[in-house]
């Protein structure tokens, strides 16, 4: 039997668990996730969310170990997006006297489209409470954290803020609070699901964290992985830094290769980077998902991206990477295009411009080698590419004689 668990008296997570989930458009989620929903048990019942459509009847069984699912008067939806909302048809076949409360108008137009106009709806504004019995939820639009019907609700009397998609994690666990499963795991997940889907949005999150400042709260539910009950400072601190765009002192050098020219130069920019005293990453394509990347794109400053050469363009791996990164919109970062080439430095120009589509500053140009690597050309690249590094810093100007050091 599939049971509910109770995060606080009378209010209980009766989600289901993606145990195998892999992938979620596009971002890998190689730990699966979880679609929570939580169920109040008060005066008049009220079920937070659904969860995806195919862990309905789990969802179900686990409300019905607690109560008659018949009983649930309000279905409070958060947001529109059906791994959220795709059991609310099952939902209202259990409980059809339910009204569906979801944000106004977003949420109400979105619902409709889904679901149609059968069901009894109420729409809510930002500020506008609910009281359900001994409890009175307040709900916040979140609108573009990370759609425009986004919002979040409040119950007073057990402080708890049912989050949605803001601070949430694609991460599958028989254990449900972060204290259980450990700070460092829950923030790693919760970064890399920020990094992933919140960061365009990032505005939208201040707004959020603003209207939230002078809130009390003992439990953050979010719709996708683990409750926060120890670590709450921890997060909401983190989605301050990371909602800021402001990078780390950090590179990540990204690249694909072909006869190992361009990894080559991968190899030698990491190593710059580590002889300046800036820690350093590297991430070949064939063998890191853009997903991964982008968790580390969020920390950093400096994002270096090569390729050498193919068919008149860049590699497909690389294209991929930067439509990725572009779609992500991360601020205040500093390109760097890379590659090697042999008759036409086509790759590493289009590089050049995927960056520069992204909004990235460029003071390096595009930093190419024709054929194959040598230990000459690479020590050249290493002498020039650390000398315009340090100008970057603002510690001693490129020499006038190392001014074609950059291509573009």
């Given at each position: 039997?599939?049971?509910?668990?109770?995060?606080?008296?009378?209010?209980?997570?009766?989600?289901?668990?993606?145990?195998?989930?892999?992938?979620?458009?596009?971002?890998?989620?190689q730990?699966?996730?979880?679609?929570?929903?939580?169920?109040?048990?008060?005066?008049?019942?009220?079920?937070?969310?659904?969860?995806?459509?195919?862990?309905?009847?789990?969802?179900?069984?686990r409300?019905?170990?607690?109560?008659?699912?018949?009983?649930?008067?309000?279905?409070?939806?958060?947001?529109?997006?059906?791994?959220?909302?795709?059991?609310?048809?099952?939902?209202?076949?259990?409980?059809?006297?339910?009204?569906?409360?979801?944000?106004?108008?977003?949420?109400?137009?979105?619902?409709?489209?889904?679901?149609?106009?059968?069901?009894?709806?109420?729409?809510?504004?930002?500020?506008?409470?609910?009281?359900?019995?001994?409890?009175?939820?307040?709900?916040?639009?979140?609108?573009?954290?990370?759609?425009?019907?986004?919002?979040?609700?409040?119950?007073?009397?057990?402080?708890?803020?049912?989050?949605?998609?803001a601070?949430?994690q694609?991460?599958?666990?028989?254990k449900?609070?972060?204290d259980?499963?450990?700070?460092?795991?829950?923030?790693?997940?919760?970064?890399?699901?920020?990094?992933?889907?919140?960061?365009?949005?990032?505005?939208?999150?201040?707004?959020?964290?603003?209207?939230?400042?002078?809130?009390?709260?003992?439990?953050?539910?979010?719709?996708?992985?683990?409750?926060?009950?120890?670590y709450i400072?921890?997060?909401?601190?983190?989605?301050?830094?990371?909602?800021?765009?402001?990078?780390?002192?950090?590179?990540?050098?990204?690249?694909?290769?072909?006869?190992?020219?361009?990894?080559?130069?991968?190899?030698?920019?990491?190593?710059?980077?580590?002889?300046?005293?800036?820690?350093?990453?590297?991430?070949?394509?064939?063998?890191?998902?853009?997903?991964?990347?982008?968790?580390?794109?969020?920390?950093a400053?400096?994002?270096?991206?090569?390729?050498?050469?193919?068919?008149?363009?860049?590699?497909?791996?690389?294209?991929?990477?930067?439509?990725?990164?572009?779609?992500?919109?991360?601020?205040?970062?500093?390109?760097?295009?890379?590659?090697?080439?042999?008759?036409?430095?086509?790759?590493?120009d289009?590089?050049?411009?995927?960056?520069?589509?992204?909004?990235?500053?460029?003071?390096?140009?595009?930093?190419?080698?024709?054929?194959?690597?040598?230990?000459?050309?690479?020590?050249?690249?290493d002498?020039?590419?650390?000398?315009?590094?340090?100008?970057?810093?603002?510690?001693?100007?490129?020499?006038?004689?190392?001014?074609?050091?950059?291509?573009?």
């Open positions: 039997m599939l049971r509910a668990i109770e995060i606080k008296p009378d209010v209980y997570w009766v989600g289901g668990i993606d145990w195998n989930e892999r992938n979620f458009h596009g971002y890998t989620t730990r699966g996730s979880t679609y929570n929903a939580y169920l109040i048990v008060d005066e008049h019942v009220t079920l937070i969310d659904t969860c995806k459509g195919p862990f309905a009847d789990e969802m179900i069984e409300i019905a170990g607690i109560i008659d699912p018949a009983r649930i008067e309000y279905v409070v939806s958060n947001h529109v997006e059906q791994d959220h909302s795709g059991a609310i048809p099952r939902i209202m076949q259990e409980a059809p006297n339910a009204t569906i409360v979801t944000s106004d108008p977003w949420g109400e137009r979105g619902l409709r489209a889904h679901y149609g106009d059968d069901y009894a709806y109420l729409p809510v504004k930002s500020g506008d409470t609910l009281s359900i019995g001994k409890r009175t939820l307040t709900f916040t639009h979140a609108m573009m954290v990370h759609w425009p019907d986004n919002m979040a609700t409040y119950s007073n009397v057990d402080r708890i803020l049912f989050s949605n998609d601070f949430g694609h991460f599958a666990s028989s449900h609070f972060d259980e499963v450990g700070r460092d795991e829950v923030l790693q997940q919760a970064k890399k699901y920020y990094a992933n889907i919140v960061m365009p949005y990032s505005k939208h999150v201040r707004r959020l964290l603003d209207a939230l400042a002078d809130t009390e709260i003992d439990l953050v539910a979010p719709a996708h992985g683990i409750i926060w009950r120890s400072a921890d997060i909401m601190a983190a989605y301050e830094t990371w909602a800021s765009l402001e990078p780390d002192d950090y590179a990540i050098v990204v690249y694909d290769s072909m006869w190992h020219a361009t990894e080559a130069m991968a190899l030698q920019l990491v190593e710059a980077f580590i002889e300046e005293g800036i820690p350093a990453r590297l991430f070949d394509l064939k063998a890191n998902h853009v997903s991964d990347i982008m968790t580390e794109v969020l920390s400053r400096y994002i270096a991206v090569g390729s050498p050469s193919l068919n008149n363009g860049m590699m497909p791996t690389v294209a991929s990477f930067l439509c990725y990164l572009k779609g992500l919109s991360p601020r205040a970062r500093i390109g760097i295009p890379f590659g090697s080439y042999g008759w036409k430095a086509s790759g590493p289009e590089v050049c411009k995927g960056l520069e589509a992204c909004g990235f500053e460029l003071p390096f140009g595009t930093l190419t080698h024709q054929w194959a690597e040598n230990e000459e050309g690479l020590a050249d690249l002498r020039k590419f650390l000398q315009k590094l340090r100008e970057v810093r603002g510690e001693r100007p490129v020499l006038q004689d190392d001014a074609n050091v950059v291509k573009g």
